[in-house]
């Protein structure tokens, strides 16, 4: 079982940028397909992206489309969201998770393995 550990949250104003970065221990995560979901109180879990295996594979959610970026460095056991032009309905704790294979999807219930989560906060 991997172990993921989220950071770079924060708070930052309207139309400024964060790097999320999520580090794996305990397995390489060169053998997980890789996702990141966020959850704003009172509200579901939704997805944000998720990158495959290789990496050659990318999914973003509508919301986050052209504002978001999805990478990882399988050398450095860490996958990392670029986000950009946040919005204050960016506001979230953003999960990092994983699936042991090299195909992503875009359902929660598709990973087994999750962070405890970072927080965003975005003011307008």
């Known amino acids: 079982q991997v172990q993921l550990v989220e950071s770079g949250g924060g708070l930052v104003q309207a139309g400024g940028s964060l790097r999320l970065s999520c580090a794996a221990s305990g397995r390489t995560v060169s053998t997980y397909a890789m996702a990141w979901f966020r959850q704003a109180p009172g509200l579901e879990r939704e997805f944000v992206s998720a990158i495959s295996l290789s990496g050659g594979t990318t999914y973003y959610g509508d919301s986050v489309k052209g504002r978001f970026t999805i990478s990882r460095d399988n050398a450095k056991n860490t996958v990392y969201l670029q986000v950009n032009s946040l919005e204050p309905e960016d506001t979230a704790v953003y999960y990092c998770?994983?699936?042991?294979?090299?195909?992503?999807?875009?359902?929660?219930?598709?990973?087994?393995?999750w962070g405890q989560g970072a927080q965003v906060t975005v003011s307008s």
């Open positions: 998770a994983a699936r042991r294979t090299s195909v992503a999807v875009t359902t929660a219930t598709g990973y087994d393995c």
